[in-house]
């Protein structure tokens, strides 16, 4: 079965930085590309960073310079990470990760609060 768990989230104030984490289990999540994804209330869930197996990365032009996405890949178990600096308000949003051209079921996410 597969599984996506989301953790690392939290209240920080604007310039301030948090890392997300990403365990992706029960497929052999090394062979994909690995994304992060947020969704803000009432906005459609979007891709804000994404890597490809060999470490290749694309950003959204909103994170761009200020997000890091990282993986540490393994047969049954792949952890992504997304270190943010610079938070923003605009930042504010659940972060999900997945496999952008096979999503899985979606975690419960992890919340990003940033304060002014």
């Known amino acids: 079965q597969v599984h996506l768990v989301e953790s690392g989230g939290g209240l920080v104030q604007a310039g301030g930085s948090l890392r997300l984490s990403c365990v992706a289990s029960g497929r052999d999540f090394s062979m994909y590309d690995m994304g992060w994804y947020r969704q803000a209330p009432g906005k459609q869930r979007r891709l804000v960073a994404q890597?490809?197996?060999?470490?290749?990365?694309?950003?959204a032009d909103s994170v761009k310079g200020r997000f890091t996405i990282s993986r540490d890949n393994a047969k049954n178990t792949v952890t992504v990470y997304l270190q943010m600096n610079s938070l923003k308000p605009e930042d504010t949003a659940v972060y999900y990760c997945?496999?952008?051209?096979?999503?899985?079921?979606w975690g419960q996410g992890a919340q990003v609060t940033v304060s002014s």
């Open positions: 997945n496999a952008p051209y096979a999503l899985a079921e």
């Open positions: 890597i490809h197996p060999t470490g290749n990365t694309i950003y």
